[in-house]
């Protein structure tokens, strides 16, 4: 009789214990879940968090930028309406002077152009638009792009040609791809000896 109550009460012990183990385990797993829950709303919350400042920095930025393009855009204005003026006077000079004059200001009113829809595209991309067209004509802007590297060539003694097929239209604002072309054959004039010649050459994809 004396064992078997020895017995009886080791078990009951033992079924205490087990359920004092699955309870803890069970609470163990809820605390583990819990956890989880909190860190991944901490990271929502943090996430969220990092795009308010992000917006609240493009909001300054955006601002800051719309001042800068407000008091460059005025006398570009000026600037770009003058050289329209020139050019129609230059058609009134004679031959040899309006040929001498009109080239360098087309030049100068496509570079001050430029800048005006350089300006217009990074106040539109600092407020979260879209910067400029979003399809630019390739051949175009490779003859812009030597027109505008032009001057440093002569300077450096190097031809710059423009040759290839057609490549029409391209899928990328004309900004981008304007100012990729005048970097790469700007670095291709600074990568060429005296009396060389960079070809630029466009084309289509087979």
């Known amino acids: 009789a004396g064992l078997k109550a020895l017995f009886t009460g080791n078990l009951a012990r033992l079924s205490a214990t087990s359920r004092a183990f ?16 909190l860190s991944e709303s901490l990271a929502k919350l ?45 058609k009134d000079a004679p031959r040899e002077v309006a040929a001498r004059i009109a080239r360098p200001l087309q030049r100068a009113l496509e570079g001050a ?21 979003a399809v630019a004509d390739a051949d175009t802007e490779a003859a812009l792009a030597i027109r505008m590297v032009e001057a440093h060539a002569q300077a450096a003694g190097v031809t710059l040609e423009q040759g290839g097929d057609a490549a029409g239209q391209a899928a990328i ?34």
């Open 46 to 90: 943090a996430a969220l968090q990092d795009e308010l400042v992000r917006a609240q920095h493009l909001a300054s930025l955006g601002t800051m930028v719309a001042g800068v393009a407000h008091e460059i855009n005025n006398p570009l204005s000026y600037v770009i309406q003058s050289m329209h003026t020139a050019l129609e006077r230059a």
């Open 173 to 206: 604002p004309k900004t981008q791809l304007g100012q990729l072309l005048v970097n790469l054959v700007r670095n291709a004039v600074d990568a060429s000896q005296t009396g060389s010649t960079v070809r630029v050459e466009t084309g289509r994809d087979a």
């Open 113 to 133: 152009e430029r800048i005006g829809t350089i300006v217009s595209d990074l106040r539109g991309g600092a407020q979260g638009g879209v910067q400029g067209d």
């Open 22 to 37: 699955l309870e803890k385990r069970a609470l163990a797993k809820q605390l583990e879940a819990r956890n989880h829950e």
